[in-house]
Structure formats: C-alpha cells, structure tokens
C-alpha cells in the first residue's frame, strides 16, 4: 500500500479543522478500494485560539490524524516546510485548511503521478472567487516574477500539489531559512504536469493572509531567485550619468561660447529630488537583499515545535 501524507498548515483556524478533517474521512473511505491510504499532519503555527486544543481531541480519537505545534507563529512557508521535513509516506500533498483545495481532485493528481509526473500542479482555472485587487496582484506578480527570475512559476498555482518522496528529500535538503516555498518546491525541477481545476469558496473562517503579507511574500520571492533588481540600477545609473553628462556639457558650451545663463533654482531642485529620489529607490532595493543575507548568516532554525500531537506512535 502507498501512503498519502496530507500537509495542513495552519494558523487560528478552530472554526475550520473538524470540517476540513471531516472531508478528509469522507475521503480516506473512497480509498479503500484503491492501494492507498492516507494520513494528515497538521502544523499549528502557533494558534493563539483553541486550534491547539482541538487537534489534540481528533488525534485522541483518530491514528491517522498527527500534529506538529510551534513556540510561536513563524508564518505559513516555514510550517509548510516543517512539514514537508516530517511527513511519512509516498506522496505528500500540501493543502490549506479552508476546504478551498478540493479533495476530489486528488485522485487526478494520482492518476497523472501513475503516468509518470513527479510533481503534480493544481492550477486554478480562474480567479473568480478572488477579489479584483488580488487577481490583478497575483497577475502581476507571476509576470513580473517571471520575467525577472530564471526560474518560472506555473501561473495561478498555489501550494496545493501533489509531490513524491524523491522530490519532497530533495526540497527538505536545502539550507536556506528565507523560505519562499513555491520558488523551492519548482526550483527542484523533476517531471512535472499540472492539472486544472475551478476553486470553490472558503467554508469556514477567515483568511490570515492581508495585503500586506501578500505584498512582503511578493518581495520574497522576487529578492529569493533574482538578482535583477540590483543589476537594473547598475544600468539606470550609467543612463542617468550619461544623459548628465551630455547635458553638463551643454551647459558649459552654452556658457563659454553664447553668454547663455544656466538654469536657475527651479530645475535644479527639481534634479536633486529626483535623484535623491532615485538614489533612495535604489538603496532600499540594496537593503532587502543585504538584510536577508544578514538573516540567513545567522543560521536560526525555521521553526521551533513546541510538542507533537500524536496517537500510539513513538515519531511523527
């Protein structure tokens, strides 16, 4: 029998855990038949709700159900990360708890797996369920990534995927604690397809994600697999230099040569806010880089468990 881990992250999500574990019964008996079978770990990244608690009455009454709780919230890709590092079985399957990452399509996901993929996708069809701000952020973001990065992200793909054992070692093997895990979970490469599916509503709850965090993860991704942004201002500043130079020039041909005052007050405030300006963008676009390679010297752990939830079994 080959076993399917079920990856949930979560992150005060009481109102939604027992319907998410609930569907995932419902989908663990349509596996009898097959030669599968599947467990879930669920990785509170430190819950400040009853989220905790809850995980422990399910475990108490289901094997099949474990749990990893954090010290702290370290935030959604190191509990992604943590765990990938401590699932067992064949495939492993990331899905987020809000019943948004369909159960059904799993069993298409195994069937291209049994095809040959290493790596199965779930693409979303479309973004209706998305407001407008988020579709045309998340639009820009894979184009702009894309463009930028040598590495490519499949468009409209999240974290929900289905991944062997193989490729799951090799993602686990990484030293990196600046963790964007979608950059990580396709930098690996290996055979790879990807299947479409429409994405229902959240059940239960409320999104943790806010802008602002989608805008930070945005930058993450950007500043973790390209370099890009620091070599644009190399070039920005030679053109700059340039068009000053030809444009001092002027001014002293001008001067020498027709008697022809410079410019006053007016342009050159407006020159030296520009590229005060210029050079700030540019300093700050330095900044992020130079301040995650300061984090990542440090070596801290991703994450720190606090405890294990588990039932009748000695290691997650």
């Known amino acids: 029998m080959k076993q399917i881990s079920v990856i949930v992250p979560v992150y005060n ?3 939604s855990i027992e319907t998410f574990f609930n569907a995932f019964l ?3 008996e349509t596996l009898v038949k097959t030669e599968y079978t599947a467990s879930v770990l669920f990785v509170d990244d430190g819950s400040k709700d009853k989220t905790a608690a809850i995980l422990n009455k399910l475990i108490k009454e289901n094997v099949n159900c474990k749990a990893l709780v954090f010290s702290r919230n370290f935030g959604k890709e190191a509990a992604l990360f943590a765990g990938l590092e401590h699932a067992v079985g064949d495939l492993m399957i990331p899905m ?9 399509l799993i069993f298409e996901m195994i069937k291209a797996h049994e095809t040959g993929a290493d790596v ?3 693409r979303r069809a479309n973004r209706g369920t998305d407001t407008v701000v988020k579709r045309f952020s998340a639009q820009w973001f894979y184009r702009l990534n894309n463009k930028m990065s040598t590495l490519k992200l499949e468009e409209n793909v999240g974290d ?4 062997t054992r193989q490729v799951v070692n090799e993602i686990v093997s990484l030293q990196e604690n600046q963790l964007f895990m979608k950059g990580l979970m396709s930098w690996v490469g290996f055979e790879t397809v990807v299947v479409d599916y429409t994405r229902p509503s959240r059940k239960e709850g409320k999104t943790k994600f806010n802008y602002i965090k989608l805008w ?5 991704g950007i500043t973790s697999f390209s370099t890009l942004p620091l070599k644009v201002w190399t070039y920005f500043g030679s053109v700059i230099a340039f068009i000053s130079f030809l444009y001092g020039l002027k001014i002293i041909i001008e001067k020498l040569f027709f008697g022809i005052n410079a410019s006053g007050y007016a342009s050159l405030m407006v020159a030296i806010l520009f590229f005060g300006g210029v050079q700030l963008i540019g300093i700050g676009v330095l900044g992020e880089y130079l301040g995650r390679t300061y984090l990542e010297s440090k070596r801290r752990p991703r ?7 588990i039932k009748k079994v000695n290691n997650v």
């Not at 929900?160 to 991944?163: E, I, N």
């Not at 930070?216 to 993450?220: G, K, R």
């Not at 994450?303 to 939830?309: A, C, D, E, M, V």
């Open 13 to 15: 999500e009481e109102l």
């Open 26 to 28: 419902k989908f663990t």
């Open 96 to 104: 987020d708890v809000d019943l948004q990452d369909p159960f059904e």
């Open 120 to 122: 199965v996708l779930a």
């Open 160 to 163: 929900f995927r289905l991944m």
């Open 216 to 220: 930070n993860l945005a930058v993450q």
């Open 303 to 309: 994450y720190i468990i606090k405890h294990k939830l």
